[in-house]
């Protein structure tokens, strides 16, 4: 499972952008379920897996595609709060920042609002 953050300033400034990418990512998870072993054929070849198509077939057994409709994520905050606590996921560090560009740290929050979007 991939997930998708965004900065909420972005998704202000850009919510078409951000509709669009959203409504996009559910088209492709559409044309993935819907197309098994064609989509196989494709991540084989995008990603150089070499193991047999059947056994890359099975990765869809493992995901149904109404586990993947984008809805709010219910304890988000605190999975976020526990990423970083426990070094999974770090804030940004000016250090990290390109030297034209002032940083500020900010915590990480969730807007589960981002979610309705599309």
Avoid: C
Avoid at 56 to 62: E, G, M, S, Y
């Amino acid at each position: 499972m991939r997930v998708h953050f965004i900065n909420s300033d972005f998704a202000k400034k850009y919510p078409d952008g951000v509709k669009g990418f959203l409504r996009g990512h559910q088209k492709a998870l559409d044309f993935i379920f819907r197309n098994p072993r064609e989509t196989t054929k494709i991540w084989m070849k995008m990603a150089d897996i070499k193991l047999p198509e059947a056994i890359v077939l099975k990765t869809w057994d493992f995901y149904r595609r109404s586990q993947l409709v984008a809805k709010p994520i219910k304890g988000m905050q605190t999975t976020m709060q526990d990423a970083i606590e426990f070094k999974h996921l770090g804030l940004w560090e000016e250090s990290h920042a390109p030297p034209d560009t002032e940083t500020v740290k900010k915590e990480i929050t969730f807007d589960p609002a981002f979610s309705q979007l599309i």
